[in-house]
């Protein structure tokens, strides 16, 4: 015979790093797609500015910055992990380490932006470099908030001040950031209009 506490329904249990959280990303995720919606809207408009502008972009890199994040992402999730199992020294490595990864996503992108190729190129250029410039600036915004937060939250970590709830968010917020990038890299770099 079974127990009452198998027979009763699952606990409702909150999402990871909280629900406010889970709003924030889904605003940012909307509003990305919003902006990506008027990329391609520029895109049908425009195709032979959009082919231009791809033909001096260097795939190699958005790959790299992709990798970069990806390795990021991995490393948030070992720090969580190791939260979890209080081992506060590891957290804050893996943390710290994922926060790298961030900053030499950053050094890369910067050095894409100082390309030669396009040092006449601003948001009034094109369609293709407004949508270009707009979105992977943003982009880098969120990455350097990222970079700023995970830092903290190794630190908080270390001295045994973090709550499980805000390593969590931490590394939620930089899997959104990632998630956006695998969204960003393809369209950018590598569809055709």
């Known amino acids: ?11 409702w249990r909150p999402l990871t790093g909280g629900t406010a959280v889970w709003v924030f990303m889904t605003v940012e995720l909307v509003t990305f797609g919003m902006f990506l919606l008027g990329h391609a809207w520029g ?15 260097h795939p190699a890199s958005g790959l790299r910055g992709t990798v970069l994040l990806l390795l990021g992402s991995g490393l ?18 893996w943390l710290l380490a994922a926060a790298a990864a961030g900053l030499a996503f950053a050094v890369n992108k910067v050095l894409e932006y100082a390309d030669p190729a396009l040092a006449d190129v601003t948001l009034s250029t094109s369609t293709f470099w407004f949508g270009y410039l707009f979105l992977t600036g943003l982009h880098l915004l969120h990455v350097l908030g990222g ?18 709830l805000t390593v969590q968010a931490g590394a939620a917020y930089w899997h ?8 960003l890299f393809p369209i950018l770099y590598l569809m055709q209009p």
């Open 1 to 11: 015979m079974q127990s009452a506490d198998t027979l009763s329904p699952p606990r």
């Open 43 to 57: 895109w049908r408009s425009e195709p032979d500015a959009y082919r231009q502008g791809q033909a001096l972009l």
């Open 76 to 93: 948030a999730y070992q720090g969580v992990l190791a939260f979890e199992e209080s081992r506060r020294r590891a957290s804050a490595a």
């Open 147 to 164: 970079v700023a937060v995970l830092p903290w939250l190794a630190w908080r970590a270390w001295q045994g001040q973090a709550e499980a």
């Open 176 to 183: 959104l950031v990632d998630v956006i990038w695998v969204l």
